[in-house]
T-cell receptor, first 115, second 110 residues
Framework: AAGVIQSPRHLIKEKRETATLKCYPI?????VYWYQQGPGQDPQFLIS???????DKGSIPDRFSAQQFSDYHSELNMSSLELGDSALYFC??????????????FGEGSRLTVL | GQSLEQPSEVTAVEGAIVQINCTYQ??????LSWYQQHDGGAPTFLSY????GLEETGRFSSFLSRSDSYGYLLLQELQMKDSASYFC???????????FGTGTRLQVFP
């Protein structure tokens, strides 16, 4: 079965550079979420999209932006990178129209290292 | 605000039973979910409780008491592969985002 696809899996950037992460949700899933997980931390909600419109925003820095495109894939753009941005970034998708079981399907994550 | 509290770490031996508790405070409540995450891996869905009571799925069971804002995950016949972090989570009552608890690291010893 198709899963959530994230790319790249690993990314190394210098401080003040820009990074873009991509997410391809499970087909027919209408909601995409982005989470940031630092070492030893729980996943922190960043932003979500429902049917290509931003549906909720969490603790996402102003340096970060995201969007969902017509093919439902989503991109997280991070600018002026800081050392503290080093983390695992997860994308998840769900299909709310199918009922609420609290189940999100997570991608394998993109590990960003800022040097 | 919303918060979910879990013990930070639990240890047990193979074959044992372990219970991971979760207490929550939320502005709205749809149900309590549990996710498992191995080091460096993605969170994977284990269970969901919308109503009070016990839900059983194989070796894992999950319990919810809405009146007590409390739930737990019960893992039976522990195996080494169960060593992972376990997160409780609630879906925000006003939006659809999932809020995770602080996570419990389970270590299973031979």
């Amino acid at each position: 079965a198709a899963g959530v696809i994230q790319s790249p899996r690993h990314l190394i950037k210098e401080k003040r550079e820009t990074a873009t992460l991509k997410c391809y949700p499970i087909p027919r899933h209408d909601t995409v979420y982005w989470y940031q997980q630092g070492p030893g931390q729980d996943p922190q909600f960043l932003i979500s999209f429902y049917e290509k419109m931003q549906s909720d925003k969490g603790s996402i820095p102003d340096r970060f932006s995201a969007q969902q495109f017509s093919d439902y894939h989503s991109e997280l753009n991070m600018s002026s990178l800081e050392l503290g941005d080093s983390a695992l970034y997860f994308c998840a998708s769900s299909q709310l129209a199918g009922g609420d079981t609290g189940e999100l399907f997570f991608g394998e994550g993109s590990r960003l290292t800022v040097l | 605000g919303q918060s979910l509290e879990q013990p930070s770490e639990v240890t047990a031996v193979e074959g044992a039973i372990v219970q991971i508790n979760c207490t929550y405070q939320t502005s709205g409540f749809y149900g309590l979910s549990w996710y498992q995450q191995h080091d460096g891996g993605a969170p994977t869905f284990l269970s969901y409780n919308a109503l009070d009571g016990l839900e059983e799925t194989g070796r894992f069971s999950s319990f919810l008491s809405r009146s007590d804002s409390y739930g737990y995950l019960l893992l039976q016949e522990l195996q080494m592969k169960d060593s992972a972090s376990y997160f409780c989570a609630v879906r925000d009552g006003n939006t659809d985002k999932l809020i995770f608890g602080t996570g419990t690291r389970l270590q299973v010893f031979p």
